[in-house]
């Protein structure tokens, strides 16, 4: 049997967790999207539409078929926990069983277990201020959405996980290193995610023999890049002084993706692998 995959946080064809369901399914895999509730219909018609079919093209020729897209907003773990003013926003009531639980049940009831299950979502409401400026409720919605967030979706499939499955997530240099405008508590989200997923590899393989890694991956022009508005900023910083001076594509970040979900990658667990042309080694730009 081919294995089943969950990708959060895909909306569009731009990002990386686009990337990555095409990767794994060119290596064979069965794709599962989850997609934030207020993106789904946009997501969907274009879908239905076939505005994404060029991109999905996979390198044999067919196109990669995504078996379910699920609504889904990762900062709600439970039906109690939504907000009656979320619960009755438009965007919101069309679709149902979106919070973490209702979606891993659905998923459970849909197909009994997954392998793979990606996260590769984002959200900092303050992202453009500086840590300074930054409200305790800014950082601390950066932290659920970014950070949270994986854990939430981990705790929750990892029971319908099968033992020697993986996890992976995305994170980003400013955790560990100082880049300016990454502002909104979203560099201390990413410091968070990184510290889960060591604690998360250990207890998650000794209890359900699941490994979790995280891609530190290198500036992209997505959709979520470009709100935060310096995106082109680091794209040229790198291209100027990484020591590979090279494009980065999403498809770099995806191809590693299905590697470390891969039994390639059998022993690697509680890992940040950096897909960044190599920018993170360097000490001082030239
Ligand atoms: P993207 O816009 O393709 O992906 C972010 C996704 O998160 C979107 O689909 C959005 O709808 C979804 N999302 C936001 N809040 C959500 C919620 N509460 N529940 C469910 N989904 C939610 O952008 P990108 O850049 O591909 O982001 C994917 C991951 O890659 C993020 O973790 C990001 O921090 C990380 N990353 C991105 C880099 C870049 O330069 N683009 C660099 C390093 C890491």
């Known amino acids: 049997r081919g294995k089943r995959a969950f990708i959060a946080g895909v909306a569009d064809d731009n990002g990386y967790g686009w990337a990555i369901a095409k990767s794994l399914a060119a290596a064979g895999a069965e794709i599962l999207v989850g997609t934030w509730v207020p993106a789904l219909n946009i997501f969907e018609s274009n879908l239905r539409r076939g505005k994404f079919d060029e991109s999905r093209k996979l390198p044999d020729g067919s196109l990669m078929e995504i078996t379910k897209v699920y609504p889904l907003d990762a900062v709600y773990d439970k039906p109690e926990d939504v907000p009656e003013d979320v619960k009755t926003n438009k965007r919101y009531s069309g679709s149902s069983n979106w919070t973490v639980q209702e979606v891993v049940e659905t998923v459970k009831q849909d197909f009994g277990s997954i392998d793979i299950l990606v996260h590769s979502l984002a959200n900092g409401p303050e992202v453009s201020k500086s840590l300074l400026e930054t409200s305790r409720k800014g950082y601390l919605a950066a932290v659920s959405a970014s950070s949270y967030s994986f854990v939430s979706l981990l705790k929750h499939f990892v029971p319908i996980m099968n033992p020697g499955g993986a996890s992976i997530s995305l994170t980003y240099i400013a955790s560990e290193r100082i880049i300016p405008g990454y ?17 998360l590899a250990f207890e998650a393989g000794r209890k359900h023999k699941i490994r979790v890694n995280t891609i530190s991956a290198g500036p992209l022009g997505s959709r979520a890049a470009k709100a935060i508005g310096f995106i082109d900023m680091m794209i040229d910083y790198s291209l100027t002084n990484a020591p590979l001076p090279r494009e980065l594509t999403a498809e770099e970040i995806g191809n590693t993706a299905a590697f470390l979900a891969s039994p390639l990658a059998s022993a690697i667990t509680g890992a940040v692998v950096y897909v960044d042309n190599g920018l993170n080694a360097m000490g001082v730009g030239v």
């Open 183 to 199: 502002g909104g508590g979203m560099s201390s989200a990413k410091a968070a995610l990184e510290s889960d997923t060591r604690v």
